[in-house]
């Protein structure tokens, strides 16, 4: 609408760009296929390339596109059980917490895995809440008071407020607006 309720009236027409002419395009070749049709391909000297397979994480259940020899180091690192690269940086870092015992890591994760997936993925609201719920246990010792009146709190270092900045910062107000 126009300032004062006119309507404007417009005589633009929408038409159509010219087509752009394909006659100075030229078709792209890379030097390899260049080198490759000068020369007779020897088709014994190219490798084999592998196939790849779908494995599926005995721990968490992810599948992950591999080649079979990929599978084998990875069956023969973990006693025989195919893992997924995440489950095996955790499995280590199990490793890491008892001692270099890789059953028992192994053990712990896949049990851990088993349980997330048979109640945490279904119901994941319960996981939510069990979460808190454990949060809350952990800092339940770090809830009490941290005024200055607990003597035996403050011995520990902790950082204390012994009062609030706000009748501090309104008496700066008050200096400034009354020297003003």
């Known amino acids: 609408m126009a300032p004062h ?19 100075g395009l030229k078709r792209t070749v890379s030097d390899m296929s260049f080198e490759l049709a000068k020369e007779a391909i020897d088709i014994k000297s190219l490798t084999t390339i592998a196939e790849v397979v779908d494995a599926k994480c005995e721990c ?10 990929y599978m084998e180091k990875v069956n023969n690192r973990f006693l025989g059980k195919w893992i997924c690269g995440l489950c095996s940086e955790a ?25 997330f997936n048979k109640c945490n993925r279904a119901y ?9 719920r454990n949060m ?7 809830a009490t008071s941290l005024s200055p009146r607990d003597h035996a709190l403050a011995k ?11 009748p501090a910062i309104t008496k700066e107000i008050n200096v400034v607006s009354n020297t003003r």
């Open 5 to 23: 309720g006119d309507t404007i009236v417009s005589s633009y027409v929408f038409t159509k760009p010219p087509r752009l002419s394909t006659d």
């Open 60 to 69: 968490c259940g992810m599948v992950e596109e591999c080649t079979p020899e």
């Open 91 to 115: 499995v280590k870092e199990e490793m890491e917490k008892n001692g270099g015992n890789k059953e028992e890591a192994l053990t712990s994760h896949m049990t851990t895995c088993v349980r």
């Open 124 to 132: 994941p609201v319960l996981y939510q809440a069990e979460a808190m």
């Open 136 to 142: 809350l246990k952990k800092t339940r010792l770090r």
């Open 156 to 166: 520990k270092g902790g950082i204390t407020r012994s009062s609030s900045c706000i």
